[in-house]
């Protein structure tokens, strides 16, 4: 009986003393902790943030890089340029549309930049139209669109009936202009 008395009187000064070297040492440590999570929160927020800019401007970088000319005798500067169409020809391969007609204008200057301006007929549905706008936006080349038109006449649009609901394309013309620009 004494031996267990002794052992619940140690086991409660054990515990008493537990909980003062609780309440002394760590006290303000669980809000040190939550102090902390929330500044390494934000950190890694910033530091998100920053790898997301970062790799919009190595995007922008070398967009410049690859349209940026040496001199005024740069291939790039150069009237319908090759590789240019080549790309282009792809880009009308990959989204499936034929009977593209590519006929490239006469270039002209404005400033530090030089215009090589290019007329596409094509014929294409509308969901085509916009896939081929996204591929040209997504373009090595800083490509500027200076007017498309869509022409349509009344044989090419006409009510659906039954299970045919998808319209025939439309007659497309399209001026587009890569830009280069000049040191």
């Not at 609780?22 to 809000?31: I, P, R």
């Not at 020809?89 to 549309?97: A, V």
């Not at 509308?126 to 500027?144: D, H, T, V």
């Amino acid at each position: 009986m004494k031996r267990n008395i002794i052992l619940l009187g140690i086991t409660i000064l054990f515990i008493l003393i537990m909980t003062t070297l609780w309440s002394f040492v760590l006290t303000d440590k669980y809000d040190q902790i939550i102090d902390l999570e929330d500044s390494q929160k934000e950190a890694n927020e910033k530091f998100i943030t920053t790898q997301i800019l970062s790799d919009s401007l190595y995007y922008v970088y070398n967009m410049f890089e690859k349209n940026l000319a040496q001199s005024k005798n740069d291939p790039l500067n150069k009237q319908a340029s090759r590789t240019f169409i080549n790309d282009l020809t792809d880009i009308f391969s990959k989204i499936n549309i034929n009977g593209v007609g590519v006929s490239p204008a006469k270039k002209y200057s404005k400033g530090k930049y030089t215009y090589i301006p290019y007329e596409l007929e094509f014929t294409c549905d509308y969901p085509r139209f916009g896939r081929l706008l996204a591929e040209l936006s997504a373009s090595e080349r800083i490509i500027k669109i200076d007017e498309f038109k869509f022409i349509n006449t009344p044989d090419q649009v006409r009510r659906s009936k039954g299970d045919n609901k998808q319209l025939p394309g439309a007659k497309i013309t399209m001026t587009i202009s890569t830009i280069t620009l000049n040191k």
